[in-house]
């Protein structure tokens, strides 16, 4: 078995010569196996078409975009993986290695001869524990770096993972926020609203052996919508195991406004917790309706108060915000402004463009609304972090880049970069320009050549992600 990563922006189409090295690589495949998420739909078609233009193994699709729309991948992939794929994709190895009939194997569609195959949904994965650590055993994985698919060491494995490892300890979702794939997942399977989460010991154990394989690893990050969810009981066993057995600094991104408690935040701190993030997406009432985000704003600032308690022994807190909704007015970005303004400094904000992921709620509503009429160029071709460089988007930033360097922005101030009528008069860009480039006496805003920069569109950054292509021999 090989596994290649491709990273790449997904807005780049593949050099040919990068083709070529993974059609090489491919060339005694039984089986090829393609993940994506929907803005990797462009780079999987031109995998998919290149190996086909040279062999006729079949290519299964999977991941997150087969899922919600396999009647589109199945035109392209001979099969396609819908849901958890690891019992689906070895059932079907094991038969092709035996040549076996594989058509009926539950979870996978087949284009066979465009005789489609549709075969009942495989139920999700109960226990976590039954799934094998991840694969860095590296002596058969590849990577696309500097032009070329090279052969995996550990310098290059250093490179892409840098010093993080990032895992999940969850599955499922108990939220039913309206533009996220887990709200398209739950609409397939209705149980993916129960939390499976990874026994403690399961957990530890993977962590010891990544940080055993992998000494270069100085972090770890739990990149995880729903690791608060876990009981105060597990979180103490965890927090316990943790600092005795791993000892890294401990990353966690999944913090919501109704999760976080001073109980389970003190378990976790005393354990290694020195960083998190939490979704905050928006302050305005009718927005977080929209949204399906159930907390109110007293709950977020609760929230944000109790993260300073602990600054002395963490990071800055980071805070998911999302911008460009078409269905907001500048009163209602305005709201937001003003409640983020008067949050305890220092905090960090990760930006989101809102994209209309198909399957979700959002989705449908913004297709009725005609906001969708080419899902390739309005959603797959879009880049969620390639927010627009509106007025008000600016002042978003701008109020980031304070915060970021612990000063508040006041209220005067706000108010005459938000009120209407000194928008009209065209005051408020004075206003704007003054914050931009205020000689501050003292140095704390060290981000301004930074700022200056970002407000001309390096804000808008391209967000490189892997790409993998699993090629089984």
Same mark, same amino acid.
């Given at each position: ?15 040919? &010569? ?55 991948? !199945? ?8 849901? =958890? ?5 070895? &059932? ?51 990577? +696309? ?44 399977? $209705? ?8 026994? !403690? ?7 010891? =052996? ?46 919501? $406004? #109704? ?55 963490? &990071? ?20 937001? +402004? ?7 400094? $220092? ?83 004075? #206003? ?6 205020? $000689? ?34």
């Amino acid at each position: 078995m090989q596994l290649v990563f491709l990273p790449s922006a997904h807005i780049d189409k593949y050099e040919d &010569e990068v083709m070529d090295e993974v059609v090489e690589l491919a060339k005694d495949s039984q089986l090829v196996g393609i993940t994506l998420m929907t803005n990797f739909f462009d780079n999987s078609v031109q995998i998919t078409r290149k190996l086909k233009a040279h062999y006729d193994f079949p290519i299964v699709w999977g991941g997150i975009h087969p899922t919600i729309r396999p009647e589109e991948c !199945i035109n392209y992939a001979d099969i396609v993986c819908i849901g =958890e794929g690891e019992d689906s994709l070895v &059932e079907l190895a094991d038969m092709i290695d035996k040549g076996q009939d594989y058509h009926h194997i539950k979870g996978l569609w087949f284009n066979d001869n465009e005789n489609i195959v549709k075969n009942q949904n495989r139920s999700l994965t109960k226990s976590l524990d039954d799934i094998p650590y991840p694969d860095y055993d590296y002596k058969t994985h590849f990577i +696309l770096t500097n032009g070329h698919v090279q052969k995996m060491d550990a310098g290059l494995l250093k490179q892409a993972l840098g010093s993080t490892y990032v895992t999940i300890p969850t599955r499922g979702c108990p939220y039913v926020c309206t533009y996220c794939c887990n709200n398209a997942v739950t609409q397939i399977f $209705p149980e993916n609203t129960s939390l499976r989460a990874k026994t !403690i010991d399961y957990l530890i154990n993977e962590l010891l =052996e990544v940080t055993e394989k992998l000494p270069f690893i100085e972090r770890i990050k739990f990149d995880d919508d729903a690791f608060f969810v876990y009981s105060v009981k597990n979180m103490q066993e965890f927090s316990e195991q943790y600092r005795n057995k791993i000892g890294l600094p401990l990353r966690v991104t999944g913090a919501t $406004p #109704v999760t976080l408690t001073r109980e389970k935040l003190t378990i976790l701190v005393d354990g290694g917790l020195d960083s998190i993030r939490m979704g905050i997406e928006s302050a305005n009432t009718t927005t977080k309706k929209l949204y399906k985000r159930r907390y109110t704003n007293k709950q977020v600032e609760k929230s944000v108060r109790l993260l300073h308690e602990f600054r002395n022994k963490t &990071e800055m807190p980071k805070f998911d915000f999302i911008l460009d909704n078409p269905w907001e007015t500048d009163d209602d970005l305005v709201e937001s +402004l003003n409640f983020l303004s008067s949050l305890p400094t $220092p905090f960090t904000l990760n930006f989101f463009s809102l994209l209309f992921y198909p399957g979700t709620e959002l989705y449908d509503i913004a297709k009725a609304d005609g906001m969708i009429k080419d899902d390739w160029n309005d959603v797959y071709r879009q880049h969620y972090k390639r927010c627009t460089l509106t007025y008000l988007n600016r002042v978003f930033f701008l109020l980031n880049e304070y915060a970021s360097n612990n000063i508040a922005i006041k209220p005067i101030f706000m108010f005459c970069l938000t009120n209407q009528m000194m928008r009209k008069l065209k005051l408020n860009w004075l #206003v704007y320009g003054i914050l931009l480039i205020a $000689p501050f006496k003292s140095n704390r805003l060290r981000g301004i050549r930074k700022l200056r920069s970002s407000l001309k569109h390096k804000f808008a950054r391209k967000a490189d992600s892997l790409q993998p292509a699993f090629l089984a021999n």
